[in-house]
């Protein structure tokens, strides 16, 4: 055989391999694309509901939190970019009663994905806070006869409706920080993933399982720990009403409000200063994402101290179930 059938032969062996593989494996790039493509796109409105997601989808799903780390959702608005990244998804989980205010806009931007509601099959509370607010200071002002002290109540009427005013008008949205609720919200999304992807649905019902149990566990540590505890605390702002409800607590505040954002006014320090004498309470609470100052301020008043009762409504360290568990921790040294 001579040098150039060699050659030949040579080319033929190494050639045809190769463009086999280039066939077939193109094709199997091809199909693993397919496959990351099939994962359902999945958004959430804010951290827990973004972690609930990932237990349940794990690695058959997407999962994307949509309000930045460090921001309250409570105001949150979505940019442009936002918008667009919502456009893209399959399915977007919220927490619904009017917490998500942006919600409305999804249908006007011809949103044609899916919304999960996770605030399904919940009795939702609406305390009306604004009305109270409103009867409590008109009756002030028909006790009260100086034109001074008038004028002041007129002015904390304002400072109140200010603080208020975004105030969720549908109810309180806070249902996560109820571990039992927190079920309702974690089977929700287990539901809308087993339908929009119900090949894997027997894979999204069992972690859903999993976790309902870890729930489960929560709830009666909790409901074990302080049953034999005092009842009343008092919280930074409205947030954990279904909470207090579940565990047979009493909620004070020093915002009335929903929502954290505003200042309490003198008066109302001094009604709290003196809620919190009466009740012989000890710990002011306050939150991580606002100024600690306001319940610094109450506790030097009453000899306290301030401790975190956390709405887990802004990304920090941990998990739900870990920071549900320093919540009780705390709420021990305040009540037990």
Known sequence: MNSQSKMAIIAIVVVIPL?????????????????????????????????????????????????????????????????????????????????ETWVESLEENNFSGIIIDTSNGILVENPEVHEEVHEEVHEEVHEEVHEEVHEEVHEEVHEEESNDKHNHSLGDPHIWLNPVLAKTQVQNIANGFSNSDPENREFYQKNAAAYVKQLDD???????????????????????????????????????????????????????????????????????????????????????????????????????????NENLENLKEALC
């Open 19 to 99: 463009a086999i593989f280039a066939v077939y494996g193109t094709d199997s790039a091809k199909n693993t694309v397919e496959i990351e493509n099939s994962k359902l796109k999945v958004i959430s409105s804010f951290y827990p509901l973004h972690e609930f997601s990932q237990h349940i989808g794990q690695d058959k799903v997407d999962t994307i939190l949509l309000t930045p780390i460090g921001v309250e959702p409570h105001d949150w608005e979505p940019t442009i970019k936002d918008v667009q990244k919502i456009q893209t998804a399959d399915l977007i989980i919220i927490n619904g009663i009017g917490f």
């Open 218 to 324: 929560l709830d009666s540590k909790i409901r074990t720990d302080l049953s034999s505890c005092k009842s009343d605390f008092i919280a930074f702002h409205d947030a954990f009403s279904y909470f207090a409800n579940e565990y047979g607590l009493t909620q004070h505040t020093i915002l009335s409000s929903n929502n954290p954002h505003g200042e309490a006014s003198a008066r109302t320090l001094e009604k709290v200063i003196s809620e919190a004498k009466d009740l012989n309470i000890k710990v002011i609470f306050s939150e991580e994402a606002v100024n600690q100052k306001t319940s610094e301020i109450i506790a030097n008043e009453i000899g306290g101290k301030v401790l975190i009762l956390s709405p887990l409504e802004v990304v920090t360290d941990g998990t739900y179930i870990s920071k549900m």
